[in-house]
């Protein structure tokens, strides 16, 4: 007599149910633990958002924008769909007709930046572009200021001791600032933002504090008694009329007058 064996997982409807319950388990393994709105709550997304608002550098974040914007309206204009390297190719290689090569790469870093925060896109992994922006610097050369050396300089102060006529040709703010440009190697935003209580004369210098810098660190400098600094610094002080509500160190003077008005940057960027 023949013995009949039976493997019931042979049969079609078992091998089906089999496989739907794999598959089940299989799904329930590969889904994701929690959606974004289940594991990040209101306050850690708010978060991130500040964080990232903040990325950009505060002073010059309108630059960053404006540099967003244009290549964003050039991307409407051409229909562009999606952000290949191509299509920065395209754009650069339009903008290298009207800009240098150093304009070109701060137009790129501020796109770049944009990108990044606004559109999670890093094109910094694009070489094509990167080469090109490299060509365009062939055979550049970026214009250098004239400095002066440091006899000049004592030269030029040595030669301004006629206070009278500085103040009539209110000339005195120049040579104000270009004393603390040079003791304290500051820059135009340092002295325009310069108030009266960041100045303290010791006597045989002026300690001057600048509390806010490019850097977010304070720091401290001294002017010396080296030619007349100090007296034509004591001098300008001096002539500070009581009335002014501000605190802002640089005043306009004009045919040997003060006014209450503060010298504004783009003053101070054209004597300098």
């Known amino acids: 007599m023949q013995t009949e064996y039976h493997y019931p997982y042979k049969t079609w409807e078992n091998q089906l149910r089999i496989g739907l319950h794999v598959g089940s ?47 964003k309206k050039w991307c409407a204009e051409k229909n562009v769909q999606v952000y290949s390297e191509n299509v920065f190719l395209a754009y650069f290689s339009e903008n290298a007709k009207n800009y240098k090569s150093s304009t070109l790469w701060a137009q790129y870093s501020m796109v770049k930046s944009c ?23 062939d055979g550049y050369r970026a214009k250098k200021s004239k400095i002066l050396t440091k006899s000049e300089i004592d030269r030029f102060l040595s030669s301004a001791g006629d206070k009278e006529f500085l103040m009539i040709k209110g000339k005195i703010t120049f040579v104000v600032g270009l004393i603390l440009g040079i003791a304290g190697a500051c820059r135009t935003d340092e002295l325009v933002n310069l108030t009266v209580d960041d100045i303290e004369d010791v006597g045989s210098s002026m300690i001057v504090k600048i509390p806010n810098t490019k850097t977010k660190i304070p720091r401290i400098f001294v002017v010396t008694d080296v030619g007349n600094m100090l007296e034509l610094f004591r001098k300008y002080l001096s002539l500070r009329p009581p009335h002014v509500k501000h605190k802002r160190l640089f005043l306009y003077y004009k045919a040997g007058k003060c006014s209450s008005q503060s010298v504004g940057k783009n003053t101070i960027e054209k004597n300098s």
């Open 115 to 137: 990108l990044i925060i606004y559109d999670n896109i890093d094109i910094s992994k694009f070489p094509k572009l990167i080469a090109f922006l490299k060509r365009t610097g």
């Open 25 to 71: 388990c299989f799904a329930k393994l590969t889904e994701p633990l929690c959606t974004m709105n289940d594991c990040e709550s209101e306050e850690i997304v708010e978060a991130a958002n500040i964080a990232i608002s903040n990325l950009l550098p505060t002073k010059s974040r309108s630059l960053y924008d404006i540099a967003y914007n244009r290549f």
